[in-house]
């Protein structure tokens, strides 16, 4: 989180035992009906991460997409992902993967969120991943390490910004 956080002397060794125990890369995608997320306010506060699900929002309208996630990386939400579950194909679509301005594009976090997307496909029941649109920076690289992840845009996106904000509206 962005702001200074305090913690008074007695409690220092708990917190450097829990900042030792818990994974600090770790990336996820959250639900938007996670605590984290459905403070749309909160969100907005502690992380300037403007969020809206858009399934009763018609697809011309649609800034993110139908069911759009955030990606959890480390402390930091670092983007966002448009996931479709075809269950009757066995397989995974993402119709769109965004980084947020600030976000590293790097190809480790690539490899982190193709680490996210293996296990939500998994977890979906499903055996390949596809990823259509273009992708941010070196994060393409990263997500081919992943044998059952397809990258199949070659065009780097940019980064989303207040600009695309206010442009969307």
Do not use: C
Not at 79 to 88: A, E, L
Not at 150 to 155: D, N, S
């Amino acid at each position: 989180m962005p702001d200074d956080w305090f913690v008074h002397r007695d409690h220092l060794s708990t917190v450097d035992a829990v900042q030792h125990e818990l994974p600090q890369t770790r990336t996820t995608f959250l639900s938007p009906f996670d605590a984290v997320v459905s403070d749309r306010d909160a969100l907005q506060d502690l992380w300037g991460f403007e969020y809206r699900l858009e399934i009763y929002v018609p697809p011309a309208k649609r800034r993110w997409g139908y069911f759009v996630l955030p990606i959890l990386h480390g402390d930091r939400l670092v983007g966002r992902i448009d996931p479709k579950v075809d269950h009757s194909d066995g397989r995974m679509d993402v119709n769109r993967i965004y980084a947020e301005q600030d976000a590293p594009t790097d190809a480790a976090t690539g490899a982190a969120i193709g680490d996210a997307l293996a296990d939500l496909a998994q977890f979906a029941g499903v055996s390949a991943t596809t990823i259509h649109g273009a992708v941010p920076g070196r994060w393409a690289t990263g997500l081919r390490r992943h044998r059952s992840i397809t990258v199949a845009a070659r065009k780097r996106a940019r980064k989303s910004s207040s600009k695309d904000t206010a442009k969307a509206r």
